[in-house]
């Protein structure tokens, strides 16, 4: 037997480890590695979350769910432990990474994900399979993250400790019943433990013989979507133009059974306005030109400047927009969810603020307290219209499903001009309500 697949037997038996009741650390708990703590205990494995931010693992520690993303009830139910202590690696069959990839798309990108390599490495022992979970570009397992776990540890990767890629896919307030676990491994023994580890939390699983292969595939889910989200505001912005009511036009064209229903809107969190980049400048770097991708980013990106635009209009039409107030519904970086990492209302508000205007926020899903501690505006505990000029509804939260232009209209003499990105008013009745209505 040669010494690779005597050591690939030996790594095995300790992957055998992975489906039994096995020792998981999970490097990074915030909202991706908080889930899949909780997914992990579930499965009955003993789980310890290891963050550096001693202030969310004390939050943890007194079940308190300080990514408001899972709920206190939730942690307070599981087992997890939690530590700031990153000793607790030794003791670990498997290690999963979920720390932030950052925005820029070159080298830096990378450097938390490099910089967690290292911290483990510092504590990795032979045996343990090391799975990366943070999205990273095609190559970022090989060329950055498996490195730095060898220089740490001064361990060999594939003979002394096991490397997976495994993307998250997780989409907070998504549909998680369809959730299908990518694992990306050279070595097939490491695939098959990695594989058969997240087979008792996940639906289905798909293994590839490459971590490139499981980047890239994340990287071009994310751009996909970021592509068709850019088509579906430059379309609505169109149909607009040609007084249409896009939402009709796209209901109707989503009827066709390959046409999917996206909205407009901002496009906003800690991963579409990334990973595209991510990919581009790595293709870029292989001489490779992504000019859909960027031009896609670049339409997104310049949805917060044309609400706020409009808004500004809105205003100069009732008086001097600095001497305005507006009011913006929705705060979280989409409907439906309280998560405001990545929120594009920030972009919003700081456009008005520089035409002079007074920026009030309200999130029926944001305690003002989290919003007082991360955004640069007020933020108000009550959906009140009463004293603003104009009102902006940025994300389409289902509690606003119940508003009507009625309720606006109705507290002021003067009503408010509103700006509806996901389109939540019945565009026909503004007239009736003397409410100025413009989607952008
Ligand atoms: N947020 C989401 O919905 C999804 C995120 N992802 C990806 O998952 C990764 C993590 O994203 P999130 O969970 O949203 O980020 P997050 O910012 O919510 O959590 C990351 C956590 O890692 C911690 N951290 C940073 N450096 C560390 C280190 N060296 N050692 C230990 N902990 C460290 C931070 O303190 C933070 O608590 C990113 O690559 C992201 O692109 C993938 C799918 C969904
Ligand atoms: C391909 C795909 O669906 N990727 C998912 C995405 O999740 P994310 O939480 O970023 O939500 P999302 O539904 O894509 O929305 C992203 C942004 O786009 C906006 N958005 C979304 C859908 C739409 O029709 N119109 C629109 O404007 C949202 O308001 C939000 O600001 O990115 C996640 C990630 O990688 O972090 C990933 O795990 C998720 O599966």
């Given at each position: 037997m040669s010494e690779r697949d005597r050591d690939a037997n030996a790594r095995a038996a300790a992957g055998a480890t992975l489906r039994r009741s096995c020792r998981a650390v999970v490097v990074g708990v915030g909202t991706v590695g908080l889930h899949r703590a909780l997914a992990f205990d579930d499965a009955g494995l003993d789980v310890v979350g290891y963050d550096v931010d001693e202030s969310l693992v004390a939050d943890y520690r007194r079940g308190r769910d300080g990514t408001e993303t899972v709920g206190d009830d939730r942690l307070a139910a599981s087992d997890c432990s939690f530590t700031a202590d990153p000793a607790c690696v030794a003791d670990a069959d498997v290690v999963t990474v979920s720390v932030p990839t950052g925005r820029g798309g070159d080298g830096r990108s990378l450097e938390l994900v490099r910089d967690a390599a290292a911290t483990v490495g510092e504590h990795l022992t032979a045996g343990t399979t090391v799975v990366l979970e943070s999205t990273v570009h095609p190559g970022g397992v090989r060329g950055v993250f498996a490195p730095a776990l060898e220089r740490a540890s001064g361990l060999d990767a594939g003979r002394e400790f096991a490397v997976a890629h495994s993307p998250e896919r997780l989409s907070p307030g998504g549909r998680t019943d369809v959730r299908t676990k990518l694992v990306g491994a050279d070595d097939p023994a490491v695939a098959r433990d990695v594989a058969d580890l997240y087979g008792r939390v996940h639906d289905s699983v798909h293994v590839v013989d490459d971590p490139a292969v499981a980047a890239a595939a994340k990287c071009v889910e994310n751009v996909y979507r970021d592509v068709t989200i850019a088509l579906v505001n430059e379309l609505a912005a169109a149909l607009d133009a040609l007084e249409l009511d896009a939402d009709a036009v796209l209901d109707a064209a989503a009827t066709k059974w390959n046409v999917p229903r996206l909205d407009p809107g901002l496009v906003g969190g800690t991963c579409l306005p990334v990973d595209p980049e991510l990919f581009a400048a790595r293709a870029a770097r292989a001489g490779a030109a992504t000019p859909l991708v960027r031009t896609a980013r670049a339409v997104n990106e310049a949805v917060p400047a044309r609400v706020a635009d409009e808004v500004v209009t809105a205003l100069g039409e009732r008086g001097d927009p600095g001497d305005s107030t507006v009011l913006l519904l929705g705060l979280a970086y989409k409907a439906d969810v309280a998560d405001l990492a990545g929120s594009r209302c920030v972009d919003v508000a700081e456009r008005l603020a520089d035409s002079g205007a007074d920026v009030v926020g309200y999130d029926p899903l944001v305690s003002a307290d989290r919003a007082d501690r991360t955004l640069p505006f007020d933020v108000t505990e009550e959906c009140s219209f009463r004293g603003v000029d104009a009102v902006a509804v940025l994300v389409g939260h289902e509690a606003f499903d119940s508003l009507t232009l009625a309720d606006v209209a109705g507290a002021t003499a003067d009503p408010p001009a509103v700006v509806d990105v996901p389109r939540v008013?019945?565009?026909?009745r503004a007239a009736d309500h003397g409410v100025s209505y413009r989607c952008p």
């Amino acid at each position: 037997m040669s010494e690779r697949d005597r050591d690939a037997n030996a790594r095995a038996a300790a992957g055998a480890t992975l489906r039994r009741s096995c020792r998981a650390v999970v490097v990074g708990v915030g909202t991706v590695g908080l889930h899949r703590a909780l997914a992990f205990d579930d499965a009955g494995l003993d789980v310890v979350g290891y963050d550096v931010d001693e202030s969310l693992v004390a939050d943890y520690r007194r079940g308190r769910d300080g990514t408001e993303t899972v709920g206190d009830d939730r942690l307070a139910a599981s087992d997890c432990s939690f530590t700031a202590d990153p000793a607790c690696v030794a003791d670990a069959d498997v290690v999963t990474v979920s720390v932030p990839t950052g925005r820029g798309g070159d080298g830096r990108s990378l450097e938390l994900v490099r910089d967690a390599a290292a911290t483990v490495g510092e504590h990795l022992t032979a045996g343990t399979t090391v799975v990366l979970e943070s999205t990273v570009h095609p190559g970022g397992v090989r060329g950055v993250f498996a490195p730095a776990l060898e220089r740490a540890s001064g361990l060999d990767a594939g003979r002394e400790f096991a490397v997976a890629h495994s993307p998250e896919r997780l989409s907070p307030g998504g549909r998680t019943d369809v959730r299908t676990k990518l694992v990306g491994a050279d070595d097939p023994a490491v695939a098959r433990d990695v594989a058969d580890l997240y087979g008792r939390v996940h639906d289905s699983v798909h293994v590839v013989d490459d971590p490139a292969v499981a980047a890239a595939a994340k990287c071009v889910e994310n751009v996909y979507r970021d592509v068709t989200i850019a088509l579906v505001n430059e379309l609505a912005a169109a149909l607009d133009a040609l007084e249409l009511d896009a939402d009709a036009v796209l209901d109707a064209a989503a009827t066709k059974w390959n046409v999917p229903r996206l909205d407009p809107g901002l496009v906003g969190g800690t991963c579409l306005p990334v990973d595209p980049e991510l990919f581009a400048a790595r293709a870029a770097r292989a001489g490779a030109a992504t000019p859909l991708v960027r031009t896609a980013r670049a339409v997104n990106e310049a949805v917060p400047a044309r609400v706020a635009d409009e808004v500004v209009t809105a205003l100069g039409e009732r008086g001097d927009p600095g001497d305005s107030t507006v009011l913006l519904l929705g705060l979280a970086y989409k409907a439906d969810v309280a998560d405001l990492a990545g929120s594009r209302c920030v972009d919003v508000a700081e456009r008005l603020a520089d035409s002079g205007a007074d920026v009030v926020g309200y999130d029926p899903l944001v305690s003002a307290d989290r919003a007082d501690r991360t955004l640069p505006f007020d933020v108000t505990e009550e959906c009140s219209f009463r004293g603003v000029d104009a009102v902006a509804v940025l994300v389409g939260h289902e509690a606003f499903d119940s508003l009507t232009l009625a309720d606006v209209a109705g507290a002021t003499a003067d009503p408010p001009a509103v700006v509806d990105v996901p389109r939540v008013f019945d565009r026909a009745r503004a007239a009736d309500h003397g409410v100025s209505y413009r989607c952008p």
